[in-house]
């Protein structure tokens, strides 16, 4: 079932289909803000937060634009607001390596993926947040755009800046 047909129906009264919505959405949305807060729990709670500050405003969700969109708009302006008011964002291993791969190799690929998702952490937030989109959530550029309202140029130089930092971050190191 489309989004705009969910949000039709929950909007008329039927409140319980937004669950569909949340179903849809809570993996994407959890990973999406995993990446920038490297906790899960947190990352969970601020999902939750998204999700509840959406409903609320659902009646000003404007159809003519990607619901996806303006949920992550929400999840990012409550994440960052969320991380303000912790501790500095410490990003550390993302995932485990297969157990088949020898030894020396996996401890190899761990300290250059340590590297890389340090140095991504050190870039500013609006970098930070558009090199996440790109690479880690598969987001195009005008995707991005419209998540964070801003013009496409504007992504496609903080992507390049971005890029160009982390090579000086990470260059002779990996």
Known sequence: M??????????????EKYRLIMERYQTRLVNFIFAMTSDEDEANDIAQIAFIKAYK?????NSKYKFSTWLYQIAINTAKTQLKKKRPISLDEVGELSTNENISLTLAKKDEHKLIVQ?????????RLVVNMYYWQDLNYQQIADIMKVPLGTIKTW???AKQKLKEQLDGQI
Do not use: C, M, P, T
Request: avoid cysteine; charge should be negative.
């Open 119 to 127: 140095a991504v952490n050190n870039l500013d937030d609006n970098y």
């Open 57 to 61: 405003s659902l009646k000003n969700y």
């Open 159 to 161: 992507i390049a800046r």
């Open 2 to 15: 489309d989004d705009h047909i969910i949000i039709s129906e929950v909007l008329a009264g039927d409140k």
